[in-house]
């Protein structure tokens, strides 16, 4: 674990000090004072190094959350709010090293390698947290969509980073309204809406 800490840190140096993502594992290794057995024993590639890059990034968000008294009083919805919030805080603070994976990004890319490790442990976040929404009534459970809605998020979650690393503001003031206005829209469509008192309209004229 040390030794990947270790890794993680010098990768970050060297991706920043030569302005690209393709370093050689062995220089990697020389640069956290380790030998080149050492990187393969803790990664066996670099994209594996490249995923607990960003696997840190989603578990250090989520320390932040669950130590906050003032997450847990939240709502579903400020929770995702305040999950979005604090991971781009957090990634903001590496911007200049997060920027260069952008190119590995894209908005058609649904299912970028290096996140795969992210992708199931942020799903598995939003799996919990949309069952605390059901539970609490903020998130209608419908037969035919309730199990999809955490896969929706995935697309909603690659949406708001690629639109991070896209804006230049120095205030990140468009991606921050990006945020709002999808979360707002999630959950608009996750909770009770006009079309649920239609069906419950619907179901009382034939049963009555």
Do not use: C
């Amino acid at each position: 674990m040390e030794n990947a800490q270790k890794l993680v840190d010098a990768y970050k140096q060297l991706g920043l000090e030569k302005g690209v993502l393709s370093v050689s594992r062995k220089e990697i290794a020389a640069a956290a004072n380790l030998e080149f057995d050492d990187f393969v024993a803790a990664f066996p590639s670099l994209e594996a190094l490249q995923s607990a890059v960003w696997t840190q990034y989603l578990r250090n968000t989520l320390e932040t959350l669950e130590t906050s008294e003032e997450f847990i009083q939240y709502s579903v919805r400020e929770k995702l709010l305040a999950y979005y919030y604090t991971f781009f805080e957090l990634i903001g603070q590496e911007a200049e090293f997060v920027n260069l994976f952008g190119s590995k990004l894209g908005i058609w890319n649904y299912e970028p390698s290096f996140l795969k490790p992210f992708k199931e442990a942020f799903l598995a976040f939003i799996s919990s947290l949309l069952s605390e929404g059901i539970e609490s009534g903020e998130i209608e459970e419908r037969m035919v969509l309730g199990t999809e809605y955490v896969g929706w998020h995935w697309p909603q979650m690659l949406f708001l980073l690629n639109k991070w690393v896209d804006d230049k503001g120095e205030t990140k003031e468009s991606s921050d309204q990006a945020i709002e206005k999808a979360v707002n829209l999630g959950f608009d469509i996750m909770g009770r809406n006009l079309f649920d008192s239609a069906f419950d309209f619907a179901k009382y004229m034939f049963t009555s």
